[in-house]
């Protein structure tokens, strides 16, 4: 690493032998005007994937940056630390399951956001590939960049982001999502938090691809997880409402806990869905949603 990095791609793996050679080639295949660093975490794959990111980093060992542990820490703790060790000016995240497939990514981002120092965050659009399927789709038609909406529909794909390192410090040591073990997704209270301490610009281009799994944590066919996953989005999305939001708000948590029912209930043989719920705050959420019979 002769360059000091503009920009550190923090990319986190575990199990994903499969698909980590191409998440670090569409790093690698970026073409900028500045030096770019990828920062490599394994968290202790069984399946090789350690293997192959030690293979790459011994062969690019001018761009690749690998970080070793000897224990399984799990997924929040392998990502905070990937992030924690980013050198650059500003921090790309890419999971070792996505893809970027534009080699222009990193570019248009950057040079957005050195020509705007008020904006802390830019995303681009996304395309969600399913895994099961093969079926490849674009993301959202709408994009947002205000905490109204995104508190209700978060549209950034983590793998399409570019942020300021100094701000994602900022985050981790106002919000302390350490200490909110019930979120179960790093990135999606990250974003919001964004949208309140900063800009947020939306570039249209699609630059990254999503891989959605079969049985990953925000996609799983388990239907108890389903809710789990949704039990979370709501719980972190009441609390960032109570810190940053207003009672205006109160309409569309009632929607979201609509929705969070809708598609938690789409394995047919679940029990009922009320007695499932995990937390107390997404409780009151469905019981005034039940009372009022209010949506959006």
Same mark, same amino acid.
């Given at each position: 690493?002769? +360059?000091?990095?503009?920009?550190?791609?923090?990319?986190?793996?575990?199990?994903?032998?499969?698909?980590?050679?191409?998440?670090?080639?569409?790093?690698?295949?970026?073409?900028?005007?500045?030096?770019?660093?990828?920062?490599?975490?394994?968290?202790?794959?069984?399946?090789?994937?350690?293997?192959?990111?030690?293979?790459?980093?011994?062969?690019?060992?001018?761009?690749?940056?690998?970080?070793?542990?000897?224990?399984?820490?799990?997924?929040?703790?392998?990502?905070?630390?990937?992030?924690?060790?980013?050198?650059?000016?500003?921090?790309?995240?890419?999971?070792?399951?996505?893809?970027?497939?534009?080699?222009?990514?990193?570019?248009?981002?950057?040079?957005?956001?050195?020509?705007?120092?008020?904006?802390?965050?830019?995303?681009?659009?996304?395309?969600?590939?399913?895994?099961?399927?093969?079926?490849?789709?674009?993301?959202?038609?709408?994009?947002?960049?205000?905490?109204?909406?995104?508190?209700?529909?978060?549209?950034?794909?983590?793998?399409?982001?570019?942020?300021?390192?100094?701000?994602?410090?900022?985050?981790?040591?106002?919000?302390?999502?350490?200490?909110?073990?019930?979120?179960?997704?790093?990135?999606?209270?990250?974003?919001?938090?964004?949208?309140?301490?900063?800009?947020?610009?939306?570039?249209?281009?699609?630059?990254?691809?999503?891989?959605?799994?079969?049985?990953?944590?925000?996609?799983?066919?388990?239907?108890?997880?389903?809710?789990?996953?949704?039990?979370?989005?709501?719980?972190?999305?009441?609390?960032?409402?109570?810190?940053?939001?207003?009672?205006?708000?109160?309409?569309?948590?009632?929607?979201?806990?609509?929705?969070?029912?809708?598609? +938690?209930?789409?394995?047919?043989?679940?029990?009922?869905?009320?007695?499932?719920?995990?937390?107390?705050?997404?409780?009151?959420?469905?019981?005034?949603?039940?009372?009022?019979?209010?949506?959006?």
């Amino acid at each position: 690493m002769n +360059a000091e990095p503009l920009v550190s791609v923090c990319m986190t793996a575990y199990n994903h032998a499969p698909y980590i050679g191409r998440a670090i080639e569409g790093v690698l295949s970026q073409r900028t005007t500045f030096a770019v660093e990828l920062v490599l975490s394994d968290d202790c794959s069984p399946d090789g994937t350690g293997a192959i990111c030690r293979d790459y980093a011994a062969r690019y060992p001018d761009r690749i940056r690998l970080l070793t542990g000897d224990v399984n820490v799990g997924m929040r703790a392998n990502y905070r630390r990937t992030i924690e060790a980013c050198r650059g000016r500003y921090v790309a995240m890419c999971d070792g399951d996505d893809w970027w497939s534009d080699p222009r990514k990193l570019q248009l981002q950057a040079a957005l956001l050195e020509s705007d120092p008020s904006c802390g965050l830019c995303y681009t659009r996304a395309r969600n590939y399913y895994q099961n399927t093969g079926l490849t789709e674009p993301d959202h038609e709408e994009h947002f960049t205000d905490f109204d909406h995104l508190l209700c529909r978060l549209t950034i794909a983590n793998c399409a982001t570019l942020a300021r390192r100094d701000l994602i410090a900022r985050y981790y040591a106002e919000v302390r999502p350490d200490e909110h073990p019930e979120w179960l997704t790093d990135d999606a209270p990250m974003w919001l938090w964004f949208s309140v301490r900063s800009r947020i610009s939306y570039l249209p281009d699609i630059t990254a691809v999503h891989r959605r799994l079969p049985d990953s944590v925000s996609h799983s066919t388990a239907y108890c997880k389903r809710i789990a996953f949704c039990d979370s989005l709501i719980d972190s999305s009441l609390w960032f409402e109570a810190h940053y939001g207003t009672v205006e708000n109160l309409n569309r948590r009632w929607g979201m806990a609509r929705w969070a029912l809708e598609y +938690a209930s789409l394995d047919e043989v679940g029990p009922p869905l009320p007695d499932e719920w995990r937390h107390p705050s997404l409780r009151t959420v469905w019981r005034r949603f039940q009372e009022a019979q209010v949506g959006v």
